[in-house]
């Protein structure tokens, strides 16, 4: 049974939980307002804001010096494509480890979660070659498969995780009912983990779009997302933060939003178990 | 029947004709994102005007990174990129690979004998040119004039390192939040070490000897970087062990620097519109200790044309667009003479407007002054005034400024920085091979 909070203990939680919030979300705010300042008030020291230069210039010069659409357009069909194709071979490997283990099945997890842990620069020579020789450099498709097989160990981790929670006597019964192995995984499996696969989905496409490594190498122009957009406005000699924070803003904005909308759906599934 | 042929044939040598009329070609140009390399996108109406055959796709990235690409690109024959942006470091070296196409047969009228002799020869290998320079610079100093003035001291045009120390010291005033000078402290091959390197030289220092073994025990190595951090101890801004280029232009603009030693390209920057000290400021070359070489460097970015590029022929009709005198005559009719990209060409620093420009001077005396072939006063095995060409030195150079930007953020000494530079480097020639 919960315990009611005294009112002096839930301001205490209240202002901890903002100052904490706000602490997470200062680095996005102060780049928000950058954005919008001149070059030199950018990077006046002691900062400025009261004081500072304002201007909407850094937007109207990043939107005529970049082809923006064509970035946006890539990120969204690499984000969602890679999680769609990840979600296609997750499901059924999820399903395997959580309802018909075997003996190497843990140690299969933790291998999978170990590559993860491993540098991406370690395998970018080998990558590119075997992108190049397949022709897949510069490609949607090429960026699709990278994405989908950088992300793949989140997305059966996390699936695992929910299909544990779900009951086996339930496929159980199911199959009994005479289901097959694919009516098994798509009618009952998948209505009853929906919020895991949900918030297993939105998650991937945040990680996806924020990718910024092989989005970079992997790229020249026609498949160039909104991360290479954004590595295009630094520069080594001159003033560029106010231009550099302009199109910060521009490439998270989309994200951010559906971030926003999907917000519930996002606590939901990663809380999905974690209270019995 | 006979019309109904005629027609046809007439139909299909149409169709055939407007294919050829509309066969174009895409060259992908990569670059960097400066002021030159922002301009030039900007005045593609005029290449495209020339060469409708030819549609520009850039990938525009920040150095660090463009180099990762270009280089994975190139090792591998990738052949994404048919017009590359490199610097004077990898030239020589990819050009000794075979990475990089031969620019002999630009045309006559480019006038390859006009590019300033230095910048040319940092990109020439075995005679053959690998690089057309888009701009050169060389590095400089930039004081207050104000500030000198209220000392009662005058810049010399050619200062010593004395003269530097004592115009630091007068300048420097902590309560107005005034440095006496702003060099760069942040860590890496092209940051710390592109100055300190450079600033060696002016003391007889050497990376190596002719045998290639590591300098860094030598007292000419010691002097330089004593010097250096009573320098930036004593009259530099606090935590500068964080500063590159782009902090130090922050600091100056802001007014917070008496002096600042660094680019050429730098003064137009300090004479912008976005400094508080534009009509202040003094330029003077880059100092000396006497010893018949000054501490300023050499470098250019210029554009290159990888050999798995499978468009060549259309990538060199750009670089030479891009890098030719008519290129220069036509930034200068469309954003002025102080924009043109400096650094490159004979007939530029001849020109009489352009000799308007209050930096012109003093960045074609600097360029000149600087010497890859023979940087230090004594011979080395070596090309490359702030830099040694060898592929190893972007390690070691990056290393060697993390343990003198330690020194100089106080979590070492002199001493002990040098001692570890030169045991580091002497571990990395052994492995690399160039000594025993």
């Avoid at chain 2, 402290?185 to 073994?213: P, Q």
């Avoid at chain 2, 002096?259 to 003064?267: E, K």
């Avoid at chain 2, 007939?347 to 003093?362: D, H, I, Q, R």
């Avoid at chain 2, 000149?368 to 095995?381: E, I, L, Q």
Wanted: hydrophobic share 50%.
């Amino acid at each position: 049974m919960a315990r009611a909070l005294s009112p002096r203990r839930l301001w205490l939680t209240t202002a901890a939980a903002w100052f904490v919030a706000l602490l997470i979300f200062f680095p996005v705010l102060w780049m928000i307002l950058t954005s919008f300042k001149t070059e030199p008030s950018a990077v006046a020291m002691p900062p400025q804001f009261l004081s500072a230069d304002w201007t909407l210039e850094n937007y109207a010069e990043v939107w005529a010096r970049s082809d923006y659409p064509r970035f946006f357009w890539n990120s969204v069909v690499i984000s969602v494509g890679s999680t769609l194709l990840g979600l296609l071979i997750a499901i059924p490997a999820a399903w395997a480890m959580a309802f018909v283990p075997g003996k190497k099945t843990k140690d299969l997890l933790m291998w999978m979660l170990s590559t993860k842990m491993m540098p991406a620069v370690a395998v970018m020579i080998p990558l590119y070659l075997l992108f190049q020789r397949m022709g897949l450099i510069d490609t949607k498709i090429g960026l699709v498969v990278a994405l989908m097989l950088m992300n793949l160990p989140i997305i059966i981790w996390m699936l695992y995780t929910y299909f544990k929670e779900i009951p086996g006597e339930i496929l159980e019964a199911s199959r009994m009912d005479g289901a097959t192995l694919w009516g098994e995984i798509i009618y009952v499996l998948t209505p009853m983990a929906l919020p895991g696969i949900a918030s297993t989905m939105l998650l991937n496409i945040i990680l996806a779009w924020n990718e910024a490594f092989w989005t970079i190498v992997l790229t020249t122009t026609k498949a160039a997302p909104l991360s290479a957009f954004i590595a295009s406005f630094s520069a080594p000699q001159g003033l560029f933060y106010a231009k550099l924070s302009a199109a910060s803003a521009m490439a998270i904005l989309p994200i951010l939003i559906l971030g926003w909308f999907s917000q519930k759906q996002l606590v939901r599934g990663l809380t999905f178990g974690a209270v019995k | 029947m006979t019309k109904t042929l005629r027609a046809l044939m007439g139909a299909t040598a149409l169709v055939a004709l407007a294919g050829v009329a509309s066969a174009e070609t895409t060259i992908t140009v990569a670059t960097v994102n400066n002021g030159d390399m922002v301009r030039m996108q900007g005045l593609m109406d005029d290449f495209n005007a020339k060469h409708p055959d030819i549609k520009v796709e850039w990938v525009t990235l920040e150095e660090n990174v463009l180099r990762q690409n270009v280089t994975t690109d190139i090792a591998t024959g990738g052949g994404q990129y048919d017009v590359i942006t490199i610097g004077t470091y990898e030239v020589p070296i990819w050009g000794k690979q075979g990475w990089l196409e031969s620019l002999n047969d630009l045309p006559a009228e480019y006038d390859v004998d006009d590019l300033l002799p230095a910048i040319r020869g940092g990109l020439t290998v075995d005679g053959n040119l690998f690089a057309a320079p888009f701009y050169g610079e060389s590095s400089m100093v930039m004081y207050r004039k104000d500030l000198m003035e209220a000392a009662g001291m005058t810049m010399p045009d050619a200062p010593t390192w004395a003269d530097i120390e004592a115009a630091a010291k007068a300048m420097t005033n902590r309560d107005a939040d005034i440095n006496g000078i702003c060099l760069r402290g942040k860590a890496g091959w092209g940051e710390n070490m592109a100055f300190l390197t450079a600033m060696s030289n002016s003391f007889g220092a050497r990376w190596f000897d002719e045998a290639w073994v590591p300098q860094f025990d030598q007292p000419e190595w010691k002097a330089t970087l004593d010097f250096y951090l009573n320098l930036m101890n004593n009259y530099g801004p606090a935590g500068a062990s964080n500063n590159g280029f782009n902090e130090n232009l922050t600091l100056f603009n802001q007014g917070k620097c008496g002096m600042w030693i660094d680019a050429t390209v730098a003064a137009s920057f300090v004479t912008g519109k976005d400094s508080t000290v534009a009509d202040k400021v003094g330029f003077a070359l880059a100092p000396d200790n006497g010893l018949g070489k000054r501490g300023n460097w050499l470098w250019a970015w210029s554009l290159a044309v990888p050999a798995s590029s499978d468009a060549k022929a259309e990538a060199k009709i750009f670089i030479d667009w891009a890098t030719n005198k008519d290129y220069l005559a036509l930034v200068a009719s469309k954003e002025g003479w102080a924009n043109v990209p400096p650094g490159t060409r004979t007939s530029l620093y001849s020109n009489e407007e352009y000799a308007k420009v209050p930096f012109a001077k003093m960045t074609i005396d600097s360029i000149n002054s600087a010497d890859p072939t023979a940087p230090t006063v004594k011979p080395v095995p070596y090309v490359g005034v702030q830099f040694v060409a060898i592929p190893e030195f972007q390690g070691l150079g990056t290393t060697v400024g993390e343990i003198f930007s330690a020194a100089l953020a106080g979590s070492k000494t002199a001493d002990e920085a040098l001692a570890e530079a030169q045991a580091v480097v002497t571990d990395e020639m052994k492995a690399a091979g160039y000594i025993q």
